[in-house]
């Protein structure tokens, strides 16, 4: 099954994003577990979830992604920042229990001035805070473009972090297709040998969502601007190849493009058009 969908707002509700996820041709959605610049959430509504439920098992939704603050830094220097995405993580996690067995994505951290190597150990001794043996979320490490000194930008640094992480079972990593290429990876002439070096570095077993999204830039630019589906570096025939590879084909894929609804979905329109049965 093509499991497609595009970041929706979050403002009315768990159900609202399904009925919306569906009206745009797709069957799944991300949201902002919050404000993005990281104020307090709402509470769960209960009723609202148990709605969301039975709509989502009538009408074939599996997987939803829920996506951290951008803001967040788990390897900030000052201890304020660092307090400030423990609590908010390990707040989000909590609500996430919610909505049992899904997945939740963040920006790994940028180090600032103290160095990768600073940066690996602090992400995942702040992991080591917030993860518990019973919860039932997969929490993802999203792979970055490399801008400023963001941490993540390579699948090695993803790898460091979750040798460092006590309980690896719990996490895996979302692949943004704009990031990536930002970062070096040549996804467009050389797919195969992307993948490989992901299995090599971190294991395909933990890819576990897709990030769609064209890119303003060529090949390493390090810059993080995403473009539409076929109007950037990426381009159409490489998101062809991206949704059908049969390592990735079975994985969820979020759009993140610059669109407004009727443009999501278009592009979903477009990707189905693209994908192989
Ligand atoms: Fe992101
Ligand atoms: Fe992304
Ligand atoms: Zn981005």
């Known amino acids: 099954m093509f499991t497609i969908g ?12 399904a009925k919306q996820a569906l009206e745009l041709g797709g069957n799944t959605f ?4 919050r404000n993005p610049r990281g104020g307090t959430a709402k509470p769960v509504d209960e009723a609202d979830v148990a709605a969301f439920h039975a709509f989502a098992a009538q009408n074939g939704i599996r997987t939803i992604l829920a996506h951290a603050p951008y803001t967040l830094n788990a390897c900030a220097a000052d201890e304020r920042v660092m307090e400030f995405c423990l609590m908010t993580m390990k707040d989000d996690l909590e609500r996430m229990e919610y909505t ?3 997945l939740y994505n963040f920006h790994p ?22 993860l518990w043996p019973e919860m ?4 993802l490490l999203e792979t970055m473009a490399g801008k400023g000194s963001e941490v993540g930008a390579t699948f090695e640094e993803l790898r460091a972090i979750i040798d460092r992480v006590e309980l ?7 692949l943004d297709t704009c990031h990536v290429h930002d970062g070096g990876y040549d996804i467009v002439n050389n797919l195969d040998g992307v993948l490989e070096q992901f299995d090599h570095s971190i294991g395909l077993h933990r890819l576990r969502a897709i990030h769609i999204n064209d890119s303003k830039n060529p090949l390493a ?14 381009g159409t025939d490489a998101f062809a190849r991206i949704i059908n590879h049969p390592a990735l084909r079975d994985l969820p894929f979020y759009l993140e493009t610059p669109n407004e609804l009727d443009g999501y979905a278009a592009e979903i329109a477009l990707l189905r058009s693209l994908r192989k049965e």
């Open 6 to 17: 595009c970041h929706l707002s979050a403002s009315k509700g768990y159900l609202a994003m």
């Open 30 to 33: 991300q949201f902002f577990t």
């Open 100 to 102: 049992p067995g899904q």
């Open 109 to 130: 951290g940028s180090h600032v001035k103290q160095g990768v190597e600073v940066g690996i150990e602090k992400i995942a001794a702040t992991l080591n805070q917030i």
């Open 136 to 139: 039932t979320t997969t929490v």
């Open 168 to 174: 690896p079972d719990k996490l895996g990593v979302c």
């Open 221 to 234: 630019a390090h810059k993080d601007r995403h473009e539409k589906i076929g109007q950037g570096y990426i």
